[in-house]
C-alpha cells in the first residue's frame, strides 16, 4: 500500500492485478487500484480535478487529466473517507502511476493540491 498525506487529505492506494482481464499474450496487463481519500481537516472539501503521471516500462509516459475521478467530484466530510476503484492498462509488465488531486475548501472556494503517491503496477509474472 502506499500512502501520502498533503495539506492534511491522506490518500493511500492499494493495487492488484487482474489477470483475468489481461491479455499477456497481447501484452495487455490491466491492474486495479484502490484508493481511500481521508479529510483529517475540520472542514468540508470537494474533489474538482485529478491529474494522473503514468508509465510503462516499453511507452512514452502520458498524462491523464479530467474532472473528479469514476465520475464524481465527492463531497468529503472531516474526518470521513471516500474510497473507488479504477484501473490502468499497460503494455509492459512494470509500470507506476502517481499524481495529484485540486480540492477545493467548501467554506471559502480556496484551492488544495494533494499528492497522490507513487504507486508500481507490477505483473506477477515476473517476480518468479
Avoid at 2 to 26: L, P
Avoid at 28 to 53: G, K, M, P
Avoid at 67 to 83: N, R, S
Avoid at 118 to 126: A, V
Wanted: glycine residues 4%; charged residues 20%.
Amino acid at each position: 500500500m502506499s500512502i501520502a498525506t498533503t495539506n492534511n487529505i491522506r490518500v493511500s492506494v492499494n493495487v492488484t492485478f487482474n489477470e483475468k482481464y489481461s491479455n499477456i499474450r497481447n501484452e495487455d496487463y490491466l491492474f486495479i487500484y484502490e484508493i481511500q481519500i481521508e479529510n483529517q481537516n475540520e472542514f468540508q472539501v470537494q474533489l474538482l480535478t485529478r491529474e494522473w503521471f503514468i508509465f510503462d516500462s516499453l511507452e512514452q509516459p502520458k498524462i491523464v487529466k479530467g474532472e473528479g475521478v469514476v465520475g464524481e467530484q465527492p463531497i468529503i466530510e472531516p474526518g470521513e473517507t471516500y474510497c473507488y476503484s479504477s484501473n490502468c492498462l499497460l503494455n509492459s509488465t512494470i509500470g507506476f502511476m502517481q499524481g495529484v488531486y485540486t480540492f477545493k475548501k467548501c467554506l471559502n472556494d480556496e484551492l488544495i493540491t494533494v499528492l497522490i503517491p507513487k504507486f508500481s503496477l507490477i505483473s506477477p509474472h515476473i517476480l518468479n
